[in-house]
């Protein structure tokens, strides 16, 4: 079982920057492929970025491609997501995810990812 604990949202203005975290913690003897998602209120869970398990792939939402970078530390069992440029409509809460140990790649599909955060609430103001 893994365990994952997302840090570094708050509230933030409009062309801010902000740093997402997420600790991995539990039976992390293999790394494990991430991704990062969102949710705002009254909309489903969508894609925002994920990187495979040695880090040297990585894909985006064309909503934040530019303006966001995933990052991974394997050593630390940490993923991080660099948030720049800020929108009001980047506001939302933010769930990290990893896949099962087993696969290298990461993808945009939520029911892919076996593991979930808490999640970590972004807000933007304008």
């Known amino acids: 079982q893994v365990q994952l604990v997302e840090s570094g949202g708050g509230l933030v203005q409009a062309g801010g920057s902000l740093r997402l975290s997420c600790a991995a913690s539990?039976?992390?003897?293999?790394?494990?492929?991430m991704g990062w998602f969102r949710q705002a209120p009254g909309k489903e869970r969508e894609f925002v970025a994920a990187?495979?398990?040695?880090?040297?792939?990585?894909s985006y939402a064309d909503s934040v491609k530019g303006r966001f970078t995933i990052s991974r530390d394997n050593a630390k069992n940490t993923a991080y997501l660099q948030m720049s440029s800020l929108k009001v409509e980047d506001m939302a809460v933010y769930y990290c995810a990893a896949r099962p140990p087993w696969f290298q790649m990461a993808t945009m599909t939520a029911s892919e990812y076996a593991y979930w955060g808490q999640g970590t609430q972004v807000t933007v103001s304008s």
């Open positions: 539990g039976r992390t003897g293999s790394s494990h492929a």
């Open positions: 990187i495979s398990r040695s880090g040297s792939s990585t």
